[in-house]
């Protein structure tokens, strides 16, 4: 890794000799070496918070490490930023609740250091701050020479969902029965798959494996220290905000992919067709619309819906974009959207405090979201098809949205889809891509 050695040495030199003039971000190009991904080089690295971002489109792709600032309130993080700089992090779905005390509601970080591949073209930056000996100690902890991450390749040995099925047929009634007598209209539920591996699975390697596999999705890693990591690989866009220009989307409506070509599109008519489905997708954009709507100077909405197809699942999904009327801060725009209809429920503040009532557990990260605020444009995925990695323990996560005409078994079978995202790459099958590295 000779250029980025040198990458390091620029950075260090410019540093020490740099007079502080106040927070500023540096950069310098790489030529970066093929056959090292940056998974390979994340996992390598022990400055911590690490935070990995991979767009869906692939276009770009960010380690961010080690912390300048940390913050809990997005809005002041927005306030600090000098020209370049970009904070990383998200929101929790139900942190600082009476049910989950543990979690923070938000937590966002300024990195010392980022390695970043915008297209082909690769760059290590830092934020550079008063307290430049701080940032010199991480550039000089940095590993240079780093070895590929191999794909998971470990054993399920155990694994248990909560709510059991017979507890998510109950509650699927429950909420359903709350739909027909409160001013419910939509409640997302969502379940645990707890899964202990024979020996630990690190979050590079599960990310690696579901890039190779899942390139329409937002590929997004948080980790505090060496021994969790929330990690996910989302099709979901919350918002992209650019200056004044809003694109988000309703992305809700789910069916399964079929054996081939024809079943696909046989699916994929019925999903465009299907009235449930197209109902579910049509509380989200009404969702969307009115929280826009009072921020905005113009607002369009496609009129129907295209279906996506991802490796194991289809959805419905509706683009919506907008402008903004005033300088209304992406915090702001943040804090209004999440949590959306998609993974909360309509009429939110009651589909929400639902959750907090019946849910067989606390959220945390899951279904929250996760991206970053920088001064002129910020981005967020929906943190979905997503897991808590703690050394030999993964807890997968996916959820349905329940609306009048919702089958307890069908969206059973969702879920099991939506959770296969993920732990169909921790299974010893063909279909894996450990199977195929041969």
């Keep these: 890794m000779t250029a980025l050695r040198r990458a390091v040495e620029v950075l260090t030199d410019t540093i020490t000799t740099l007079p502080y003039r106040g927070p500023m971000r540096l950069e310098t190009p790489i030529d970066w070496p093929q056959g090292i991904d940056a998974l390979d080089w ?29 913050y809990t309130d997005p809005a002041a ?11 990383w992090g998200g929101l929790s779905f139900d942190g600082n609740t009476g049910r989950n005390r543990r979690c923070m509601p938000s937590l966002f ?30 550039l000089a902890k940095l590993k240079l020479d780093v070895s590929p991450v191999t794909f998971p390749d470990s054993d399920i040995v155990e694994e248990h969902t909560l709510p059991t099925q017979a507890e998510w047929h109950a509650q699927i009634d429950q909420a359903l029965n709350a739909i027909a007598t409160t001013e419910l209209e939509k409640v997302v539920l969502a379940r645990r798959t707890t899964v202990k591996m024979a020996s630990a699975v690190s979050a590079e390697q599960l990310l690696k494996a579901s890039s190779a596999v899942n390139p329409r999705s937002f590929h997004f890693m948080m980790s505090m220290s060496p021994s969790h990591a929330f990690v996910g690989s989302t099709p979901e866009r919350l918002f992209r905000c650019r200056n004044a220009d809003i694109e988000t989307e ?89 949590p959306t209809a998609a993974v909360a429920g309509l009429p939110r503040a009651a589909a929400y405090q639902y959750l907090l009532d019946n849910e067989a557990f606390a959220r945390g990260w899951y279904s929250g979201s996760v991206g970053y605020i920088g001064e002129h444009q910020s981005e967020f995925c929906v943190a979905l098809r997503s897991a808590l990695i703690a050394n030999d323990t993964i807890h997968l996560f996916a959820g349905a949205g329940i609306v009048p005409g919702s089958d307890p078994e069908a969206e059973w079978q969702e879920i099991n889809r939506k959770t296969a995202t993920l732990k169909s790459l921790l299974e010893r099958t063909p279909s894996c891509p450990q199977q195929q590295r041969a």
Excluded: C
Excluded at 265 to 270: G, Y
């Design 42 to 70: 994340l996992a390598s690295q022990a400055v911590f918070p690490k935070f990995y971002w991979h767009h869906r489109n692939g276009r770009e792709e960010v380690v961010a490490l080690g912390q300048v600032t940390t």
């Design 250 to 338: 309703a992305l809700a409506g789910t069916t399964g992919r079929g054996i081939d070509r024809q079943q696909d599109e046989e699916l994929a008519n019925w999903l465009l067709s299907d009235s449930k489905n197209r109902y579910e997708n049509q509380l989200v954009v009404d969702d969307i619309e009115a929280r826009l709507q009072p921020y905005v100077d113009s607002l369009h909405t496609v009129p129907e819906p295209e279906v996506i197809q991802l490796r194991q699942v289809q959805h419905l999904r509706r683009p919506i974009k907008a402008t903004l009327s005033g300088a209304m801060k992406h915090a702001s725009i943040l804090s209004s959207l999440q």
């Design 109 to 138: 970080f300024l990195p010392q250091i980022e390695l970043v591949r915008q297209d082909g073209f690769w760059h290590l930056a830092v934020n550079f701050s008063s307290d430049n000996k701080r940032l010199l100690a991480a």
């Design 77 to 87: 993080a927005e306030e600090t930023l000098a020209d370049g700089q970009r904070v």
